[in-house]
């Protein structure tokens, strides 16, 4: 005994230099640990190194590093080591995470796209979802706002395949359900990967839920080790990806005229009138206003902080995270006069505590704790045309740059002459704010119990979790919208109120709203096994899965009533020498949104692959290729995401209408009948196709995924067209719609590295076209005016044919039954009858949602360098605006209005003539393919460059690391869409329909220069 004692000192305190790469230098980030020591590891520091001190007594390390082989390391008799790890060119060790639980890349037999936190958190934008543009084949998105707290893309996994109810994919954050709302505000510094499910083989597990896809996000959890503590800190300056150009106030005038006297009307500005507009001697007369400038500021803050430990033994690992997150408005702050805060901003903190508890050797419990507070600030604007300040700044009728000055010589507010408006800086100075408040908690418990006491490879796990959201509101505003405002005579110095009657401002008032709230609990238990015998791997898995959502909201008549879920999944794999591959998956499952026989439903998929690489044949004559795998699958998943109230199938009635008794009239509130119902209706199904290619070269150098689908869905519900309207009363949705949906996506990574040299390239590429294949229409007269055979959310129109360039040519040519005149649009005339009427409509353009999407990574680092971008495009889609957005005395006059149709110009204008009494011409009257832009666009989406201060630096004052680095989100736009209107190309009011109303109203999307450090103790 004594003899063995000094040794075993010695070995359980003995301090391991060493130095860990690969063939291309140095590897910063790879963790070292003492096998079966709790609690004894460390990671390489940004030069490759390491110092450890053994606390055992078996001298073997254990190395791992991702994307390579892990490698164990005897260290018997040395006290310096170095560790050349080798890539794992065949995916030996990469793992995707799919439904209930993760898989190896190299074995797994379905459609799967994933990307990794540290990928994401090198775009600055405040939205989760905004990062992944361009990273994942197969994901579609478009991001219509800007606006600070509500700036989360919409997006969609394969692009969408019915017309009815949410296309939006199912999202589950560790296991358990989000909502869109939820994922937007997740803070990106606490997920670990994100993956997007696509096919029956990894969907089907998802059942009645899983037909639009899945995207599943893992969150940061503690590795064994010393505490490793990150502080990150960010500011960046946000800008307007666009600034529409409005032309002054003489310009205006001038096409205000000339537009006027096309119409035959009086014309409203004198000679005199444009002289003083053009020299601008009458400032408060005869004002000229860019209020685009005026209103918004070049550029606003967003900041972002956060804080996260992590750490752990073999019994207790643990992630804590902190954030806070601040976004300005890039509206200007006016009401600070009035000691308030109006301007748009939002804010969140937010945390987050991963636990895992390893209680015995086989039993092991996990304790999740989310919680964020968000606080959305809007300014009251009481814009007159409803569609928000944005529209009033190109609305014609009520923000012309001659509308009137913003302030008078003394300060007070201006008003026009001769135009009603109520000063738009008044209201933003004087009207307060609108206020909501988000408050979400999440907690999720669960165990683990290995049995391999009853055999090898089983165990069991349960989970419970519980999520509540809170929306209250606060708004501070006058009770009476009215404020002082004169109009102020230059000639006199005489001040004239617009309204003598009101002299003062009323007091604020502070009201309060309780939104909304949310409840959610989960339950899911589970039998898990996973065993090698040899070359054969079996695997299966058995989950029984129960979810109840309740929502009160005054709003929705049956929100206090719980919408549930409850459902059996399965799983079951083999695989052969991780050359021959089948799974098969199913789930059995249901909500309460139907009744009877069609509450529950039965969703299979089988997948199989081959690994063609494994093969003796193949091995030997094409030793440069690491991965062939071929594979497939089939299957059938539902979706009970049908919209509408959560029970279709009831007969509806409601207190509307009124009734008149007595012999003279007496109005009586009556119950009025609705809908009929129908409790024979289900969810929608879709059985989907896919076939997919993975390969590997050059030890991993080169990989490629390739994937083609066809997805077919059926029983979409549909209310019957083919049902004429004397039927007397409104018919129920009957599931009998079918809609077609098929594409390619895929992706291409190289690699490679020349000494301290690293580079690589990533592009992905995504399409997917769909088609209505059975919607019930009335038999139409024509074969062009059917909608079925068409995508969703396509456009009918008119067909452009020019301009009318004469009368002659107008009684010569097919016209609509209300007057035309010359530079009038012309319209083929489809049926030949002579009259420009709906029966010439046709389809035009393509739907606004892209049907092809595409991205290239490009990245390199150089010792403590790295550089990395990523350029995102969108094609093939079709955008339309009318009204405010290019309408002349509808929109104000943009540069385009000068190139409107005249004698001379003919068919060469660019604009129809200026006018005020065409109908024909109207964008939001008669919609036609000359309104529609085939759009495209090309971002430089995101950029970082950093650098990595040298060890030697940051050492002597106490820190591990320090990073510095600067990036950017949405830098530069190559768009064809500004040749026309003047909107961002991802603007739309609609998902997927060009049929919108046209009024430009969204907030601007933004460009983000940030510039960020991280310091790690």
Same mark, same amino acid.
């Given at each position: 005994m004594v003899f063995f004692l000094p040794g075993l000192i010695f070995a359980q305190g003995k301090v391991i230099k060493g130095l860990v790469k690969d063939s291309g230098g140095p590897l910063p980030g790879a963790t070292i640990t003492e096998k079966g020591v709790a609690g004894s590891g460390t990671q390489t520091s940004s030069d490759g190194r390491f110092q450890l001190t053994l606390k055992g007594k078996g001298n073997i390390l254990v190395v791992k590093s991702l994307g390579y082989i892990s490698q164990e390391v005897n260290v018997?008799?040395? =006290?310096?080591?170095?560790?050349?790890?080798?890539?794992?060119? !065949?995916?030996?060790?990469?793992?995707?995470?799919?439904?209930?639980? &993760?898989? !190896? &890349?190299?074995?797994?037999?379905?459609?799967?796209?994933?990307?990794?936190?540290?990928?994401?958190?090198?775009?600055?934008?405040?939205?989760?979802?905004?990062?992944?543009?361009?990273?994942?084949?197969?994901?579609?998105? =478009? =991001?219509?706002?800007?606006?600070?707290?509500?700036?989360?893309?919409?997006?969609?996994?394969r692009g969408v395949s019915s017309y009815a109810g949410t296309q939006r994919p199912l999202i589950i954050v560790d296991d358990i359900e989000y909502s869109y709302s939820d994922v937007s505000q997740l803070d990106p510094n606490e997920i670990e990967s994100i993956s997007i499910l696509k096919d029956a083989a990894t969907t089907a597990i998802y059942g009645v839920k899983g037909a639009n896809g899945v995207l599943v996000i893992t969150t940061r959890r503690g590795v064994t080790g010393t505490p490793v503590i990150n502080f990150k800190t960010e500011l960046g300056l946000q800008q307007k990806t666009f600034d529409p150009i409005f032309l002054g106030a003489y310009d205006a005038a001038v096409l205000t005229n000339q537009a006027l006297k096309n119409s035959d009307q009086s014309l409203r500005f004198t000679d005199k009138d444009l002289q003083l507009f053009k020299d601008g001697t009458d400032p408060y007369g005869h004002p000229d206003i860019d209020w685009y400038?005026?209103?918004?500021?070049?550029?606003?803050?967003?900041?972002?902080?956060?804080? *996260?430990?992590?750490?752990?033994?073999?019994?207790?690992?643990?992630?804590?995270?902190?954030?806070?997150?601040?976004?300005?408005?890039?509206?200007? %702050?006016?009401?600070?006069?009035?000691? #308030?805060?109006?301007?748009?901003?939002?804010?969140?903190?937010?945390?987050?505590?991963?636990?895992?508890?390893?209680?015995t050797k086989t039993l092991s419990f996990r304790l999740d704790m989310t919680g964020r507070f968000g606080e959305t600030n809007d300014p009251i604007t009481n814009s007159p045309n409803g569609n928000g300040l944005i529209g009033e700044i190109y609305s014609y009728n009520f923000l012309p740059p001659f509308a009137y000055a913003p302030y008078n010589p003394d300060g007070s507010f201006a008003t026009g002459s001769n135009l009603g408006g109520v000063n738009v800086i008044g209201r933003l100075t004087t009207q307060g704010y609108e206020r909501s408040y988000d408050n979400d908690l999440n907690i999720t418990f669960g165990g683990t119990q290995k049995l391999d006491m009853l055999t090898s490879g089983l165990s069991a796990k349960a989970l419970i979790s519980y999520a509540s959201a809170q929306v209250n509101g606060r708004s501070l505003k006058r009770s009476n919208t009215n404020f002082p405002m004169y109009y102020y005579n230059q000639e006199t110095g005489v001040y004239t109120p617009k309204d003598a009657t009101v002299y003062r401002l009323p007091p604020y008032v502070i009201t309060r709203s309780a939104n909304g709230a949310s409840r959610t609990t989960n339950v899911q238990a589970s039998l898990n096994y996973d065993r090698t015998f040899g070359d054969h791997r079996v695997y299966a898995l058995g989950l029984y899965n129960q979810n109840s959502y309740i929502q009160n909201d005054n709003s929705v008549t049956d929100s206090s009533i719980p919408a549930n879920f409850r459902g059996m999944t399965m799983r079951t794999g083999y695989d052969f020498k991780q050359k021959y591959l089948f799974e098969f998956n199913a789930a059995y499952n249901g909500t309460d949104k139907f009744v009877g026989k069609k509450r529950y439903g039965w969703f299979p998929a089988l997948s199989a692959g081959w690994n063609i690489a494994e093969e003796s044949f193949f091995k030997k004559n094409v030793?440069?290729?690491?991965? /062939?795998?071929?594979?497939?699958?089939?299957? $059938?998943?539902?979706?009970?995401?049908?919209?509408?109230?959560?029970?279709?199938?009831?007969?509806?009635?409601?207190?509307?209408?009124? @009734?008149?008794?007595?012999?003279?009239?007496?109005?009586?509130?009556?119950?009025?009948?609705?809908?009929?119902?129908?409790?024979?209706?289900?969810?929608?199904?879709?059985?989907?196709? %896919?076939?997919? /290619?993975? #390969?590997?070269?050059?030890?991993? !150098? $080169?990989?490629?995924?390739?994937?083609?689908?066809?997805?077919?869905?059926?029983?979409?519900?549909?209310?019957?067209?083919?049902?004429? $309207?004397?039927?007397?009363?409104?018919?129920?949705?009957?599931?009998?719609?079918r809609v077609n949906n098929r594409g390619w996506d895929g992706e291409i990574n190289y690699k490679n590295n020349y000494k301290d040299f690293q580079y690589y390239a990533r592009g992905t590429f995504s399409y997917a076209k769909n088609k209505i294949v059975f919607r019930d229409e009335a038999n139409p007269r024509y074969p062009w005016l059917a909608r079925t055979g068409q995508p969703i959310g396509q456009g009918f129109g008119y067909v452009f044919d020019g301009y009318y360039q004469s009368a002659a040519d107008i009684s010569n040519s097919a016209v609509p039954t209300t007057p035309v005149k010359p530079g009038d649009l012309k319209y083929k005339d489809l049926n030949g009858d002579g009259?420009?009427?709906?029966? *010439?409509?046709?389809?035009?353009?393509?739907?606004?949602?892209?049907?092809? #999407?595409?991205?290239?990574?490009?990245?390199?680092?150089?010792?403590?360098?790295?550089?990395?971008? $990523?350029?995102?495009?969108?094609?093939?889609?079709?955008?339309?605006?009318?009204?405010?957005?290019?309408?002349?005395?509808?929109?104000?006059?943009?540069?385009?209005? @000068?190139?409107?149709?005249?004698?001379? /110009?003919?068919?060469?204008?660019?604009?129809?003539?200026?006018?005020?009494?065409?109908?024909i011409s109207r964008a939001n009257v008669s919609l036609s393919d000359f309104w529609l832009v085939n759009a495209k666009y090309l971002r430089l989406k995101s950029m970082e460059i950093g650098y990595q201060l040298p060890k030697s630096w940051v050492t002597p004052i106490g820190f591990k690391g320090i990073r510095v680095y600067t990036n950017g989100y949405n830098l530069i736009t190559w768009t064809n869409v500004d040749k026309f209107y003047q909107a961002d190309p991802e603007s739309t009011n609609t998902s997927g329909s060009i049929n919108t109303t046209g009024a430009i109203s969204a907030y601007p999307n933004q460009r983000i220069y940030n510039f960020g450090v991280t310091f790690s103790l």
């Amino acid at each position: 005994m004594v003899f063995f004692l000094p040794g075993l000192i010695f070995a359980q305190g003995k301090v391991i230099k060493g130095l860990v790469k690969d063939s291309g230098g140095p590897l910063p980030g790879a963790t070292i640990t003492e096998k079966g020591v709790a609690g004894s590891g460390t990671q390489t520091s940004s030069d490759g190194r390491f110092q450890l001190t053994l606390k055992g007594k078996g001298n073997i390390l254990v190395v791992k590093s991702l994307g390579y082989i892990s490698q164990e390391v005897n260290v018997a008799n040395k =006290q310096e080591v170095t560790v050349n790890l080798v890539v794992d060119a !065949k995916g030996l060790e990469e793992v995707v995470v799919v439904g209930f639980g &993760k898989q !190896k &890349k190299i074995t797994n037999t379905g459609a799967v796209s994933s990307i990794s936190g540290s990928e994401i958190r090198q775009n600055p934008s405040a939205s989760v979802q905004n990062t992944l543009a361009g990273r994942l084949p197969g994901f579609f998105t =478009q =991001q219509r706002s800007g606006q600070p707290g509500k700036d989360g893309a919409d997006f969609f996994i394969r692009g969408v395949s019915s017309y009815a109810g949410t296309q939006r994919p199912l999202i589950i954050v560790d296991d358990i359900e989000y909502s869109y709302s939820d994922v937007s505000q997740l803070d990106p510094n606490e997920i670990e990967s994100i993956s997007i499910l696509k096919d029956a083989a990894t969907t089907a597990i998802y059942g009645v839920k899983g037909a639009n896809g899945v995207l599943v996000i893992t969150t940061r959890r503690g590795v064994t080790g010393t505490p490793v503590i990150n502080f990150k800190t960010e500011l960046g300056l946000q800008q307007k990806t666009f600034d529409p150009i409005f032309l002054g106030a003489y310009d205006a005038a001038v096409l205000t005229n000339q537009a006027l006297k096309n119409s035959d009307q009086s014309l409203r500005f004198t000679d005199k009138d444009l002289q003083l507009f053009k020299d601008g001697t009458d400032p408060y007369g005869h004002p000229d206003i860019d209020w685009y400038n005026t209103l918004m500021d070049r550029s606003s803050l967003i900041s972002r902080n956060n804080l *996260d430990i992590s750490g752990g033994t073999e019994s207790v690992k643990y992630f804590v995270s902190m954030g806070y997150l601040w976004q300005n408005g890039a509206l200007k %702050d006016f009401s600070a006069k009035s000691d #308030v805060n109006s301007k748009h901003y939002y804010k969140r903190y937010n945390f987050r505590s991963n636990l895992d508890v390893q209680a015995t050797k086989t039993l092991s419990f996990r304790l999740d704790m989310t919680g964020r507070f968000g606080e959305t600030n809007d300014p009251i604007t009481n814009s007159p045309n409803g569609n928000g300040l944005i529209g009033e700044i190109y609305s014609y009728n009520f923000l012309p740059p001659f509308a009137y000055a913003p302030y008078n010589p003394d300060g007070s507010f201006a008003t026009g002459s001769n135009l009603g408006g109520v000063n738009v800086i008044g209201r933003l100075t004087t009207q307060g704010y609108e206020r909501s408040y988000d408050n979400d908690l999440n907690i999720t418990f669960g165990g683990t119990q290995k049995l391999d006491m009853l055999t090898s490879g089983l165990s069991a796990k349960a989970l419970i979790s519980y999520a509540s959201a809170q929306v209250n509101g606060r708004s501070l505003k006058r009770s009476n919208t009215n404020f002082p405002m004169y109009y102020y005579n230059q000639e006199t110095g005489v001040y004239t109120p617009k309204d003598a009657t009101v002299y003062r401002l009323p007091p604020y008032v502070i009201t309060r709203s309780a939104n909304g709230a949310s409840r959610t609990t989960n339950v899911q238990a589970s039998l898990n096994y996973d065993r090698t015998f040899g070359d054969h791997r079996v695997y299966a898995l058995g989950l029984y899965n129960q979810n109840s959502y309740i929502q009160n909201d005054n709003s929705v008549t049956d929100s206090s009533i719980p919408a549930n879920f409850r459902g059996m999944t399965m799983r079951t794999g083999y695989d052969f020498k991780q050359k021959y591959l089948f799974e098969f998956n199913a789930a059995y499952n249901g909500t309460d949104k139907f009744v009877g026989k069609k509450r529950y439903g039965w969703f299979p998929a089988l997948s199989a692959g081959w690994n063609i690489a494994e093969e003796s044949f193949f091995k030997k004559n094409v030793r440069f290729v690491n991965l /062939l795998k071929i594979r497939g699958s089939y299957g $059938l998943v539902g979706s009970d995401n049908i919209g509408s109230s959560k029970f279709v199938y009831e007969q509806s009635y409601t207190n509307d209408g009124s @009734y008149s008794f007595g012999q003279q009239h007496n109005s009586f509130a009556g119950i009025k009948e609705g809908a009929l119902g129908n409790d024979n209706i289900t969810w929608e199904k879709e059985n989907k196709t %896919d076939i997919g /290619l993975d #390969v590997s070269m050059f030890e991993g !150098k $080169l990989s490629f995924t390739l994937d083609y689908f066809n997805n077919n869905r059926y029983d979409i519900l549909t209310t019957r067209a083919s049902v004429p $309207l004397t039927m007397g009363v409104g018919l129920p949705p009957m599931n009998i719609g079918r809609v077609n949906n098929r594409g390619w996506d895929g992706e291409i990574n190289y690699k490679n590295n020349y000494k301290d040299f690293q580079y690589y390239a990533r592009g992905t590429f995504s399409y997917a076209k769909n088609k209505i294949v059975f919607r019930d229409e009335a038999n139409p007269r024509y074969p062009w005016l059917a909608r079925t055979g068409q995508p969703i959310g396509q456009g009918f129109g008119y067909v452009f044919d020019g301009y009318y360039q004469s009368a002659a040519d107008i009684s010569n040519s097919a016209v609509p039954t209300t007057p035309v005149k010359p530079g009038d649009l012309k319209y083929k005339d489809l049926n030949g009858d002579g009259i420009i009427d709906a029966l *010439d409509q046709r389809a035009i353009g393509s739907p606004n949602l892209p049907s092809t #999407v595409m991205g290239l990574t490009l990245g390199f680092s150089y010792k403590n360098f790295s550089f990395n971008m $990523l350029l995102q495009g969108a094609y093939d889609y079709s955008m339309y605006f009318a009204s405010e957005a290019i309408e002349p005395l509808s929109s104000n006059f943009q540069p385009i209005h @000068y190139q409107a149709w005249t004698p001379e /110009l003919g068919n060469n204008a660019k604009f129809p003539l200026l006018g005020t009494n065409s109908t024909i011409s109207r964008a939001n009257v008669s919609l036609s393919d000359f309104w529609l832009v085939n759009a495209k666009y090309l971002r430089l989406k995101s950029m970082e460059i950093g650098y990595q201060l040298p060890k030697s630096w940051v050492t002597p004052i106490g820190f591990k690391g320090i990073r510095v680095y600067t990036n950017g989100y949405n830098l530069i736009t190559w768009t064809n869409v500004d040749k026309f209107y003047q909107a961002d190309p991802e603007s739309t009011n609609t998902s997927g329909s060009i049929n919108t109303t046209g009024a430009i109203s969204a907030y601007p999307n933004q460009r983000i220069y940030n510039f960020g450090v991280t310091f790690s103790l």
